[in-house]
């Protein structure tokens, strides 16, 4: 808090907000640009299932890192060079890749391990060449360690405009290679049959992923760089079901995190960015998660509920017809007319099926505001016109299915009742057309075949 | 016993001397198949009899030890485009964010080949897949919305959309409802009628006879090739499968069924 008002006085959020000043401005291009760099190339590893390897990837630039100031030291230079370390980071990077794909195409090891120990290695390697480079070079080593966790602060207009150009390197080669890429994630071996040469194409995707880690390092780190690779598109699920909408979602959402990320942290002093934009982007996601329009949970929740009401409501139907046929034995379609305004005791439909009287009373009262039945003062039921024809179609599907079911599936004809009931919601007029061919003869004799079981 | 090449090319398929093998394991062993032209092939043989290696091995997507496989004489390679595929649908991650005319117009890459966008003419191609397998309705659903039948057309009308000569279909019919198997069937020798030759793994002994021309045997080796009335007998079946009893009785019906 003392923080925030010591900034707030010195006018320095004002500042920050309209970005006034010129290394900020700097920073939030950057940050803003590998945001959607990370967000796009990320949809294609996502869906890849190799969103790990993007942490084993980065992870595995340190040594690079370390390796290049050393070798940078050693020809008399003081080894700071960025452009120097990221190609370090680079080399660094593309080999942990590579031995990724070595140790999973050459042994019987799983994806997962050879992730962990690619990870694992490559990562204590640069820890002690870390360790090993502090102590030969006292002083000239500081601010290596801002490659693991991040550093805005220390990016310079020149490494903005290198994160600006390896950014559009990124967004032009996922564009030209959009259709060969979702080919490889979606199909890999119907990809391989055609002919797209699926290794290479693997490769280039990783490289890919790979230099986007790499100019990711300075801003937000190693072990974090993952999280911009994975979140965006993973939340950007949420929200549509179409690769193309994924991809720009997924890019805006990474760019909308790495520019509010560091606007924050620059906003407040020793906030780091790398940090922030990662918090950022898990809370767009939380968004995405609970109200993502494509498949959020809060979504989903209402799409279970509206399922669950019609079911209940389409056993109740059923119910009131079924009762009916029962308890008039000599009708005839024909005569189906008469089944209007025939009352039935509610607490005998009550009794047919095992529902809680809450969700009874709840599917009474929808069926009669929406005029499918009447209930009068003795509590007893009756179809109206319109909710004939509706439970009419209901035991129709249902029948077809079950009969369906007893024929062609083998399926013992006591075993078929539990199960049409939840298909029959999900049956679709072609299949109810197709079982109406394969039981006309069945159905010809009434408009509703009758229950291929005997009726409890 | 190698033929050569001119020989060969008569042939849709010409697979010569061919061993595959995972990991030191011989999975086909010295296959010498020579498919006939215009006709549906039913490939039938038990579980881990190497079907799927078979199509796979043919279409480059598996190493060979040995042996050399040839499309109409030349290697497949060169005559990919020739060639539809139908894959099982297991391996595929239904969940993926894509429409069921986008994975029909994964077909038509091949023609469109590198950094081309698809165009509209493709589209209507894919659209036209669409509707031979009965699913134009369904042209924009995501696909984990389809039921497994219906993911079956999809795949099947994305090897439409190849305009192939030759179609290798891995199990079509498995899990597929009878509304679909009846359009895959009815599809299947529509292509025939057409003069396409037709390479497909079949699981169910009794449809065998009502399906197919030409069957081929396979368990580890080739068994039996040939007409089906020729091939699809008792004894042919006991080489095949050993002496499973019940898969004996579905086939007595169905040879009886046949005649």
Same mark, same amino acid.
């Given at each position: ?7 707030? @006085? ?5 500042r920050?907000l309209l970005?006034?000043?010129y290394?900020?401005?700097v ?8 945001g ?20 084993a ?42 031995c ?22 490559f990562?204590?390697?640069?820890i002690?060449?870390l360790?090993?480079? @502090? ?31 390896c ?16 080919l ?9 049959s @055609? ?60 760019a ?33 998660m ?48 008469a ?7 509610l ?41 004939l024809?509706?439970? @009419? ?37 072609e ?22 079981h005997?009726?409890? | ?5 001119? *020989? ?28 006939? *032209? ?16 078979? %199509? ?21 390679? *060169?005559?990919? &485009? ?7 649908? *297991? ?6 964010p ?23 003419? &493709?589209?209507? %191609? ?24 219906q ?6 009308a ?15 019919l ?27 793994? &079949? &699981? ?22 040939g ?29 009886a069924?046949?005649?």
């Amino acid at each position: 808090m003392s923080a925030f008002m010591e900034m707030a @006085q010195d006018g320095e959020w004002l500042r920050v907000l309209l970005l006034r000043d010129y290394n900020t401005r700097v920073v939030m291009a950057g940050t803003l640009l590998l945001g959607l760099a990370s967000g796009v190339i990320g949809t294609f590893l996502l869906l890849r299932k190799r969103a790990l390897l993007g942490d084993a990837v980065s992870h595995a630039t340190l040594p690079g890192i370390a390796i290049a100031f050393m070798i940078m030291v050693a020809f008399g230079g003081l080894g700071k060079q960025l452009e120097g370390l990221l190609l370090g980071g680079l080399v660094a990077g593309l080999a942990g890749m590579g031995c990724v794909l070595l140790i999973r195409r050459y042994t019987r090891l799983k994806e997962d391990a050879a992730l962990g120990i690619v990870l694992s290695v490559f990562f204590g390697l640069g820890i002690a060449l870390l360790g090993i480079i @502090q102590r030969m070079e006292s002083g000239h080593a500081a601010g290596l360690e801002s490659f693991i966790y991040g550093k805005t602060a220390a990016m310079l207009a020149r490494d903005a405009q290198w994160i600006a150009g390896c950014a559009l390197v990124i967004l032009l080669a996922g564009a030209a290679l959009y259709k060969e890429f979702s080919l490889l994630c979606f199909d890999e071996e119907y990809a391989g049959s @055609q002919g797209w040469p699926v290794v290479w194409l693997d490769v280039v995707m990783l490289g890919l992923v790979v230099v986007t880690t790499v100019i990711g390092l300075q801003a937000v780190g190693l072990i974090l760089m993952i999280a911009l690779l994975i979140i965006p598109p993973a939340a950007a699920r949420f929200w549509t079901n179409r690769l193309r909408s994924m991809l720009l979602i997924s890019g805006g959402m990474g760019a909308f995190s790495g520019f509010a990320g560091a606007l924050i942290s620059a906003s407040f002093p020793r906030l780091p960015a790398g940090a922030i934009i990662v918090t950022v982007a898990g809370a767009v996601f939380l968004f995405s998660m609970a109200f993502g329009s494509a498949r959020g949970v809060l979504y989903r929740a209402v799409d279970h509920v509206r399922v669950k009401r019609n079911t209940v409501r389409e056993h109740l139907l059923r119910a009131v017809y079924e009762h009916h046929e029962r308890h008039q034995p000599e009708w005839t379609p024909r005569e189906a007319s008469a089944l209007v305004d025939v009352p039935v005791s509610l607490d005998e439909i009550m009794g047919a099926r095992s529902w809680t009287p809450r969700s009874f009373r709840r599917v009474v009262r929808s069926l009669q505001r929406a005029h499918r039945i009447r209930l009068d003062d003795r509590n007893a039921l009756r179809l109206t016109t319109d909710g004939l024809r509706e439970a @009419q179609r209901i035991v129709r599907n249902h029948r077809l299915w079950e009969m369906y079911l007893i024929r062609h599936a083998d399926i013992a004809p006591g075993h078929v009742d539990r199960n049409a009931d939840r298909i029959e919601h999900v049956l679709g007029p072609e299949l109810v057309h197709e079982l109406e061919e394969l039981l006309k003869a069945d159905t010809e004799r009434r408009n509703v075949p009758p229950s291929p079981h005997a009726l409890s | 016993m190698m033929q050569s090449i001119s *020989e060969a090319g008569r042939y849709p398929v010409a697979i010569q001397d061919l061993t595959v093998a995972y990991h030191r394991k011989p999975v086909l062993w010295d296959i010498d198949l020579h498919t006939p *032209e215009g006709e549906l092939i039913g490939i039938i043989g038990p579980n881990g009899a190497g079907k799927s290696t078979l %199509i796979k091995a043919a279409l480059d997507l598996v190493p060979r030890i040995s042996g050399r496989v040839l499309i109409y004489g030349k290697p497949y390679r *060169e005559q990919r &485009h020739r060639v539809g595929y139908v894959p099982q649908r *297991e391996h595929i991650d239904w969940d993926f964010p894509i429409h069921a005319l986008d994975v029909v117009l994964m077909g038509r890459y091949g023609r469109i080949g590198w950094f081309r966008p698809v165009t509209r003419a &493709h589209r209507r %191609i894919a659209l036209e897949a669409l509707d031979r397998v009965g699913m134009a309705d369904y042209a924009g659903r995501q696909i984990s919305q389809l039921s497994g039948g219906q993911q079956q057309r999809v795949f099947l009308a994305r090897a439409l959309a190849q305009d192939a000569d030759i179609y290798f279909l891995d199990e079509p019919l498995a899990g597929v409802d009878a509304a679909t198997t009846r359009v895959i069937v009815d599809l299947l020798r529509d292509l025939r009628t057409r003069g396409k030759t037709l390479v497909v793994i &079949h &699981h169910d002994l009794q449809s065998v006879p009502q399906m197919f021309d030409h069957v081929v045997l396979l368990n580890m080796r080739v068994v039996a090739s040939g007409p089906m009335t020729d091939v699809f007998t008792p004894e042919n079946l006991v080489k095949t499968y050993g002496g499973k009893l019940t898969i004996l009785d579905q086939a007595a019906q169905a040879i009886a069924s046949g005649e």
